[in-house]
């Protein structure tokens, strides 16, 4: 008598939920805590916001809907024109000259050089130490009086140096100054990783092609580092549009607006008037702004890859 084999039973389809679901709960207690906090801190404030723009509120009485009376009001505000300017003006300044300087640096610290590896732990040093302090040491370099810059500028032949942070108009080119010693290092280290992502094959080919440092400079590491350059331009252009602290510290806004920034409006506005609804409307300006000078990075980028 012969005997039929049975067949396999598949495992039961709760089972398997059971697992996905687990799986699942487990992604989610990883994330939960980090989306919590971005949640409370960041995402809450600001799609708070976009409604508080349109409204008159100073925080102790209830918001009232004014619809665009804020951005009408904006449209006047000769601050929010001298915020703007002095905005665009550093980050014409800034963006440039980090950019060269890290990409400089990265390039030189690229070589294999004796002790290579302090000199790039020096010039990333500045971007962890406390901003405060970077600013109040630069005050004291660029003091008019008794400043080491402005001795040195005098022991050459300057008979009359800037005034630097005194002065309305060498207030931004001293910001810029100090920025861009602050933040070059940062930018070097995302240069120096993406130099060790172009094959050196690539520059061997170059120079049994007879080629020179200058042209193995523009046509190999160049358009190696395209997606690199794109990343720190991106994030220059948001940094140097959002700038605050290191204005608040070194010249709070002055003398009189010549250093005035939009982030500085936006803190006057909202934290010493009380004017929330004025603040956030320039808020949400500024980030009209950053938006839109990011997407036309973007379409330049894209462009250029075709």
């Known amino acids: 008598m012969t005997t039929v084999p049975s067949p396999s039973v598949p495992a039961p389809v709760s089972s398997d939920r059971r697992r996905r679901r687990r799986h699942v709960l487990v992604g989610w207690s990883f994330i939960l805590p980090n989306f919590l906090g971005f949640a409370a801190l960041t995402l809450v404030p600001v ?12 925080s102790y009485s209830s918001p009232k809907w004014i619809g665009l009376a804020n951005f009408r009001r904006m449209k006047d505000d000769e601050n929010f024109w001298t915020a703007l300017q002095n905005t665009c003006w550093y980050a014409a300044g800034h963006i440039p000259l980090t950019l060269a300087a890290s990409l400089g640096l990265a390039v030189l610290l690229n070589q294999k050089l004796r002790g290579v590896g ?38 050459l032949g300057w008979s009359h140096p800037p005034g630097w942070t005194t002065s309305t108009d060498w207030s931004l080119p001293a910001l810029i100054l100090t920025s861009v010693w602050r933040d070059m290092g940062y930018y070097m280290v995302l240069f120096l990783a993406g130099l ?10 170059a120079r049994v092609d007879g080629t020179g440092a200058w042209q193995r400079f523009w046509h190999v590491t ?17 940094s140097s549009f959002k700038v605050f602290d290191l204005v608040q510290v070194m010249t709070e806004g002055g003398p009189g607006r010549s250093s005035l920034v939009l982030s500085q409006l936006i803190f006057r506005e909202g934290i010493t008037h009380g004017r929330f609804g004025y603040s956030s409307a320039v808020s949400l300006a500024l980030f009209v702004i950053v938006l839109a000078v990011t997407l036309v990075q973007f379409q330049f980028q894209r462009r250029s890859e075709r």
Do not use: C, K
């Open 47 to 58: 799609v708070g916001t976009f409604v508080v723009a349109f409204t008159d509120w100073d």
């Open 118 to 155: 302090l000199l790039r732990t020096a010039f990333f040093f500045p971007y962890v130490t406390s901003l405060v302090a970077v600013a109040v040491v630069w005050n004291m370099l660029l003091s008019p009086d008794v400043g080491p810059v402005n001795q040195l500028l005098r022991h």
């Open 196 to 205: 060790q992502t172009i094959p050196a094959e690539l520059y061997e080919a």
């Open 222 to 238: 160049l358009p190696g580092l395209r997606p690199t350059t794109f990343f720190v331009l991106i994030m220059l252009t948001i």
